[in-house]
């Protein structure tokens, strides 16, 4: 199987990503005293922030989890140890289950702060808000990625192991490096995600 044949649901992200973005668009209406400088911050906001930041906490945890046995995989296959290899692929199933699901209520705790970022104050913050949110959808879809590099992964080791004409000799390492930068990039949009939040809270914090 080639890396080429990991096919990945774009339009599930899309449409996922499309739906985020469209309330974002369509939340364009202010109350009255949204100019004022006061700060606000509903609490139906203030408790999706915290639940998504908590979804974001364990996927980052999930994903360096991943990292090192991903790297075990990769030790295992260069050492001809295929058992071993698919071993480890199965054992991380539940681990990308569990990354699945996250996923999934993180994207409904986004929509829950997006639903109510139209009324933060000040613009700065909101702006803020905004912005941090978009980085969290971004990261969705570098999940569903990873997710589909490793169901190509596990198909891949079970060629090898079985002796399946249709493996290819790079195919485990290439898509080993393609779970590696999903990686990163999951554990690089966190981080900003929570610098932008961190942010957030300097500009509407109250006296």
């Known amino acids: 199987m080639k890396i080429g044949q990991v096919r990945v649901n774009k339009f599930g992200v899309a449409a996922m990503a499309f739906a985020a973005l469209a309330i974002l668009g369509t939340s364009a209406y202010f109350i009255v005293n949204s100019f004022s400088e006061d700060s606000f911050v509903s609490e139906a906001f203030i408790d999706a922030r915290k639940e998504a930041s908590f979804m974001a906490f364990q996927i980052n945890y999930l994903t360096e989890k991943s990292l090192e046995v991903l790297s075990r995989i990769s030790e295992a296959d260069r050492k001809y140890n295929f058992s071993r290899a698919l071993e480890l692929v199965h054992e991380e199933q539940d681990d990308i289950k569990e990354i699945r699901e996250k996923s999934i209520s993180l994207t409904k705790e986004l929509d829950n702060m997006t639903r109510e970022v139209s009324i933060i104050r000040p613009e700065k913050a909101r702006n803020l808000a905004i912005s941090a949110i978009s980085e969290e959808i971004s990261l969705i879809n570098h999940l569903v990625n990873y997710n589909a590099f490793f169901g190509g992964l596990l198909e891949t080791l ?32 966190n981080k900003t995600f929570g610098e932008k939040l961190a942010e957030f809270d300097k500009l509407t914090e109250k006296p």
């Open 158 to 189: 079970k060629f090898k192991f079985s002796g399946d004409i249709r493996y290819d000799s790079s195919d485990v390492q290439d898509l080993v490096n393609n779970m590696n930068k999903e990686v990163a990039e999951v554990n690089r949009l």
